[in-house]
């Protein structure tokens, strides 16, 4: 069973830059899509955005071009570097990860294991 803490939130003013780190143990990473979710308040938790464990990426439209994911499978731990921000991002950011045999998904309910989020805020 892997665990996963999440770190970097905050509250930043819009166009600001956060960095969000994911720091998975229990097992290595290599194997696993690895996968960054939020979730507003009064809202259902939305992927924004996927590693695979080839590296290929994908993001939500929302996002597409300001953030980017990335992992460091040595090190056991994901990132997501989000740029220019906006209002609409504030949300708790959570951290999951998916064995890559399972195939790909961007729906929250094909992931097990979660972090306990970190919550970032963008003000105007």
């Known amino acids: 069973q892997v665990q996963l803490v999440e770190s970097g939130g905050g509250s930043v003013r819009a166009g600001d830059s956060l960095r969000l780190s994911c720091a998975v143990s229990?097992?290595?990473?290599?194997?696993?899509?690895i996968a960054w979710f939020r979730q507003a308040q009064g809202q259902e938790r939305k992927m924004v955005a996927v590693i695979t464990s080839s590296g290929s990426t994908n993001y939500a439209d929302a996002v597409n071009g300001r953030f980017s994911i990335s992992r460091d499978n040595a090190k056991s731990t994901g990132h997501l570097q989000m740029n220019s921000l906006k209002p609409e991002d504030t949300a708790v950011y959570y951290c999951?990860?998916?064995?890559?045999?399972?195939?790909?998904?961007?729906?929250?309910?094909?992931?097990?294991?979660w972090g306990q989020g970190t919550q970032v805020t963008v003000s105007s």
């Open positions: 229990g097992e290595s990473i290599n194997g696993y899509i």
């Open positions: 999951t990860v998916r064995r890559s045999y399972l195939g790909y998904s961007e729906r929250s309910v094909d992931y097990k294991s």
